[in-house]
């Protein structure tokens, strides 16, 4: 399995005439030979590209997990599909750090008794409000 | 601390009485996804069956429907999960579910051949290992992967095809063949009559030519006795004439020496750039430039096609200066 996109130097979403234009430039005869077999037919590229779509899927997780140098990823698949280190963080280490933050939050609001500070900040905004709406019924404050 | 929400795989793992088998669950639905000629329900009854003893305790739809959605991110966790939770004897207990939910039956398909490599690499089972495993579920030994990017995979997998196109060849040729034979039949016939009426003429002609001969028989003889009285008359003119065109004639062999020299040195020195009458150096130097600017390697990064041109532009300046060698 090689990446015919990448060594045709063209995106995966090129269309038919992107494409064609591509392969006829090509310099490599054999590499030539097989790209118009398979872009040739609607069938064939479909094909091809659900499973280069799976592949570069498997080349990314492996490059985040660490894996890009294992026994069982070698030969064209390797070369082309291989993908630079990534630096993310690991995702179950996310997926615990969100978890705790979520603890310390909730932690917090239950400290500070949450739904009353709720309920007191609401007071305090109706009675704000009823006591503007009363000035300017009375004619208190110049409009 | 980012505050984005909790994905639908991770709100299931938290859920889940055991993360291992949750994220078990999820790379066995990957590898069912990509399995081929199988329906849906038939996926969910398979890893029904195949995790029976897993104590995730939620239900399989929203791992379906997540394996479908080709979630990078939670097959990410999913991994991570595994690798850090799996013993050996665990790792190698997910990968004989993971080859027996890809090759039930059928065949394993491209995808899967490669899925089921990533999850040797994750859980670090070597390839003598996975093969041995593979051979003792499937009967087969684990093949290498075919390659759809090649000619040959299509070759073999997609007959009807070529067998389509040669048909379609061989139609044009015998149209092309028709079309020849017509043609030569029509020159044939256009030939024949040509033939037909150049005879015609021939005889024409040949009927003309002995009506004339007799009448100029006649004339001779009516003729003759005028000839004699001014046959000296005659003479002399003829004399004046050959006087004349030997004249003529001197005259046209002194102008040839002043035409130009002979036509292939001429064309040889203007392949190479260069007016007649340039000298030895000048070729030679003229050459070397012609030669460099024209080397059919300085092509060899355009086309085969330019190289081919090139390499031809080379060979005309290359037999010019030969041939300018030689003679000069």
Redesign the interface.
Known sequence: ????YQRLAVSPEANDQEINQAVA?C?H?ALR??A???FA?AE?RE??D??H???S??G???A??G?SH????QG??ANDFSLPPDHAI???D??V???S?AVSLYNRWRRLRGPWLLVAVFAAGGGIGIALGLALCLGLLPM | MSIARFSPFELLLLKSRSQVDTATLLLLAWVLVHRQHVSEGQRRRRLAQVTAQFRHGHELSPVMSIAHSQDLQAIQLAAEVVRKECGTERSLSVIHQAITVATDDGELSLANHYILRFLADLLSVTPVTLNTLFKEITGTSLATPEDPSRDAYWQTHDPDYHARKAREAEAAEQQHQQANARAEQQQRKKQQRHQQKQQKQQEKQQRQEQARQAREQEQQRQREQTRRQEQERQRQQQQREQHRSRQQEHRNRQQRPSSPPPDRTTRALSVLGLTPGATRIEVRHAYRRMAQLHHPDRFYSESEHQVALASARFQRIKNAYDYLMQTY
């Not at chain 1, 399995?1 to 015919?4: K, Q």
């Open positions: 399995m090689r990446d015919l430039s310099l005869s030979q097989d118009e077999a398979v037919v064939r094909t091809y659900t499973l779509d799976t592949v899927n498997i990314k997780l492996r985040r997990l894996l294992g026994a069982h990823w064209d698949v690991s995702r179950h996310e997926l750090d969100r978890v933050h």
